[in-house]
């Protein structure tokens, strides 16, 4: 049994309002967890806590009411199980993807490029929290703009009157009716109302409608909680390469213009977000 566990802070668990108990909080990368795994930790949740587990908003899951004193066994099994214990404190905490991999709306393959991300940059030290989200369309299932670096698949309807038909599929499925008959026949696309969701690319039957740019959009300095500030957008889109790149020069350029403990929106409301996209093309990248 290990001994003198109070007198130490075990990383990734957290204290209980009954201060005798933790909670451990174990990260799963882009929300996944195999079989194997998931009998681990119902087998450590019955043993050491109370028999139910828990998940996060960060799509990880806890384990409640561990008494103090038994907390680095059931750390140390979890670790031996390949699973991560802990996403707190002023570092990259757990990236959240929506499944856009599978779903039928989604535009990139949101599990890959969190896996890639969270290889990458997961748990790295920041001067504060710092949050990515990941959202495979506009649809935005994980309101990603309330987050310090957001990421958005999106793509860009390109058309061509000639392969029109006129049978206007498009405009049923345009739900921000961005799209409308044009005077002369055809349609017209207003890019001013279009958010590039692609479903008119999808439900176009001869090629009128096609894929004329696509990647991630890309948001700066969101938060949420007592005080929250939406996402500032970047003005393009970034493949899946550059987006990988981008985060790390982005995690370097908060470390060198952050203070202690202020999170990244704040530091650009501080120094201005107008120069921001311009700088990070010099900063060299965190890793």
């Not at 019955?46 to 059931?74: C, H, Q």
């Amino acid at each position: 049994m290990s001994k003198n566990i109070t007198e130490k802070k075990v990383p990734g668990c957290i204290t209980q309002r009954n201060s005798e108990y933790r909670v451990i909080r174990i990260k799963l990368t882009a929300g996944n967890i195999d079989s194997e795994q998931l009998k681990v930790i119902a087998d450590i949740a019955n043993r050491y806590g109370r028999g139910y587990v828990g998940t996060t908003s960060r799509l990880g899951i806890e384990i409640p009411w561990v008494p103090k004193e038994l907390l680095e066994d059931a750390v140390q099994e979890l670790k031996e199980a390949g699973l991560t214990v802990g996403s707190t404190g002023p570092t990259v905490r757990s990236i959240v993807a929506c499944k856009g991999s599978i779903c039928r709306y989604g535009l990139v393959d949101t599990q890959e490029f969190c896996r890639q991300l969270d290889k990458a940059y997961f748990g790295i030290s920041q001067p504060a929290k710092f949050k990515i989200g990941i959202t495979g369309c506009p649809n935005n299932c994980i309101k990603v703009q309330l987050n310090d670096l957001a990421f958005m698949g999106q793509c860009v309807p390109g058309y061509d009157k000639d392969k029109c038909t006129d049978c206007y599929a498009c405009i049923s499925v345009c739900k921000v009716k961005a799209i409308d008959k044009a005077g002369e026949g055809g349609i017209q696309i207003d890019q001013n109302k279009c958010v590039n969701c692609g479903s008119c690319i999808r439900v176009c039957p001869t090629e009128a409608i096609t894929i004329e740019e696509e990647g991630f959009a890309v948001f700066l300095g969101g938060k949420f909680g007592r005080q929250y500030r939406i996402g500032q957008r970047l003005n393009r889109l970034y493949s899946f390469e550059e987006a990988i790149e981008l985060t790390g020069r982005i995690l370097e350029y908060n470390k060198l213009n952050a203070n202690t403990g202020e999170r990244f929106g704040d530091m650009l409301e501080r120094t201005g977000f107008e120069k921001i996209e311009e700088t990070i093309k010099t900063t060299k990248s965190i890793t």
